[in-house]
């Protein structure tokens, strides 16, 4: 079974922090993806990334970073956290072409700025 | 933009009824997946309909694809309290994008 891991399911932070959002998936995909997902929105990309330190804007990359140093680890950064960017935080990976194959998702990371 | 839309944004039945969600799309697709999300959980593949395909069936669900009217319907029949989730389309196109709706939530009342 592939697994997509993110290190904390509930994180609570104060504006101005650097906060840092971990995703690890076991099954040597190329493709990892950070979503956000607010109440009816749905899932809005923010970064993903084809392979190790590569990386692609998506459709709300404003206040974030990334990193993917190793192709098993795709990092959110959020330099200066804000309270708009409270969130609940969705990593997922995929092999391949990105369009054409399955999503694996880990279980979210709920992000509360205070 | 590419997102899907789905519809209703929320449906509530009885157990043992069927549930039908659509989503609509605006340009050509190369597949459609839809995903199931349990209250605060992460996205769960359901099933992946590729362009050329009309209907797919896995267990007690059905999705059906027309292509013509840029749409497609998700179908689970004999719904169980298990079943209530959210529900999400997710449209794959030829210029390798992937986009998400924004979900339909299904209760079911047992």
Sequence with gaps: DVKVTQSSRYLVKRTGEKVFLECVQDMDHENMFWYRQDPGLGLRLIYFSYDVKMKEKGDIPEGYS???EKKERFSLILESASTNQTSMYLCASSPGSRAKNIQY??????LSVL | SQQGEEDPQALSIQEGENAT???SYK???????WYRQNSGRGLVHLILI???EREKHSGRLRVTLDTSKKSSS???TASRAADTASYFCATGYNNNDMRFGAGTRLTVKP
Excluded: D, P
């Design chain 2, 74 to 76: 998700l179908l689970i």
């Design chain 1, 66 to 68: 990334v990193s993917r």
């Design chain 1, 105 to 110: 998702f880990g279980a979210g990371t709920r």
């Design chain 2, 27 to 33: 340009t050509s697709i190369n597949n459609l997946q």
């Design chain 2, 50 to 52: 590729r362009s050329n």
């Design chain 2, 21 to 23: 969600m659509n989503c």
